[in-house]
């Protein structure tokens, strides 16, 4: 079964290479030619780090720490290393191992149960589909160490609270010295949603996780932030998750590539995705959720087993060279999958009119 599984993905990622459209997130570029791009840039002139000291990994941290508006931050290779360790630091300055989120976040459905396996927390969970409410914090009734809200709520269909609601769960746990963490994995588009900068929204928490190869479309790499403290004490705790790489410079680079390419357009991002998704609400046979879409991304809830569109979704691949979908998952509503739409730079490659036809063609 694993080398199946194996085959599938290879095949698949073969289909996707030889695609000349991408319907979400930004093109794809053969992997000789990423490196030349990168070897080009003026951040490759600086010395390797090692272990995440000095070099491009610094230039990042500071670089991120700025726009953020927060005193420290530490690059980590992976998000969930990131926020395993900021939750231990809040649970241990609690001295309490209780934490609060929404159970359609991605630490709670995505991680492998890290959370609580992994990062001994003992898990509160609020809500159900949308972003959970401050009500919904308050009827809590034993102590927490720390509440995460993730922004935006992808599973849920990149749903974001509204801004009145999230300023005041931070002012709830402000005044009773809860940790408020964002798991800002898109915080740069949340940031453009909202119509806010980054340091306002990063203002309202505590600790603050941001990723670079989703919206930014780095090779990989995240950064946690926070006060002096929180951050020195998270240092050891990378260390004991296995998170001190002998030098990270090529996501590093990636990293400040992706900020310089991308921060500036997350607004038309936004604007696009609502764009898109007015013309397709309508036209062609999925639903459309949410109307119009919070953040540059949205969900199309298709009908068919997740197996099925993704045989015709390699199909239509195959057919056309246009990639809409990387991955179905089951919809809520019976006979029917989830297919995300991502807004990026690949959009600039077709019009909202080529959309409608191509996922006209597909459902």
């Known amino acids: 079964m694993p080398e199946n599984r194996d085959q599938d ?39 390797p780090d090692l272990y995440g000291k000095g070099g491009a990994t610094a230039l990042l941290e500071r ?14 290779t992976k998000g969930v290393t990131a926020q395993l360790c900021s939750l231990r630091v809040h649970m241990e300055a609690a001295g309490i191992s209780r934490v609060a989120l929404h159970p359609q976040s991605h630490l709670d459905v995505d991680e ?26 308050q009827a809590v009734n034993e102590r927490l160490a720390a509440v995460v809200i993730e922004l935006p709520l992808r599973r849920s269909g990149y749903l974001l609270p509204k801004m009145e609601a999230l300023q005041a769960i931070s002012d709830y746990c402000r005044a009773r010295q809860i ?3 964002l798991d800002g994995a898109r915080l740069w588009e949340a940031a453009a949603a909202y119509g806010v900068s980054l340091e306002d929204l990063a203002a309202l928490a505590d600790s603050v996780y941001v990723s670079f190869y989703k919206g930014l479309g780095g090779l990989g790499g995240a950064m ?40 500036g357009r997350m607004g038309h991002y936004t604007a696009r995705a609502r764009s898109l998704a007015a013309a397709l609400d ?17 969900q199309l809830l298709i009908e068919g087993t997740p197996a099925e569109l993704t045989e015709r979704n390699l199909a239509f691949a195959r057919n056309h060279g246009v990639w809409l979908f ?22 600039d490659n077709y019009t909202d009119d080529e959309a409608v036809r191509w996922l006209s063609r597909f459902t």
């Open 326 to 347: 990387n991955a179905f998952t089951e919809a809520p509503l019976a006979g029917r999958s989830v297919g995300e739409i991502v807004i990026g730079a690949a959009a």
């Open 63 to 76: 670089r991120v720490a700025d726009m953020l508006g927060k005193p420290a931050a530490l690059f980590f």
């Open 9 to 47: 993905r290879s095949d698949k990622a073969l289909v996707k290479a030889a695609c000349t459209h991408f319907l979400s997130q930004h093109p794809s570029v053969p992997v000789s030619q990423r490196l030349c791009q990168l070897a080009a840039l003026p951040y490759a002139a600086e010395q």
């Open 179 to 181: 940790a408020l963490h």
């Open 224 to 263: 946690l932030l926070g006060a002096n403290d929180h951050i020195a004490a998270a240092l050891p705790w990378k260390t004991r998750y296995g998170g001190d790489h002998f030098t990270s410079y090529p996501q590093a680079i990636s990293a400040l590539a992706g900020l310089d390419d991308h921060i």
């Open 112 to 137: 492998a149960g890290a959370i609580h396996r992994v990062g001994g927390a003992e898990v509160v969970r609020l809500g159900r589909y949308q972003p959970f409410s401050l009500a919904d914090l």
């Open 282 to 298: 309508g036209s062609i046979d999925a639903i459309v959720h949410p109307k119009p879409p919070h953040s540059n991304a949205f």
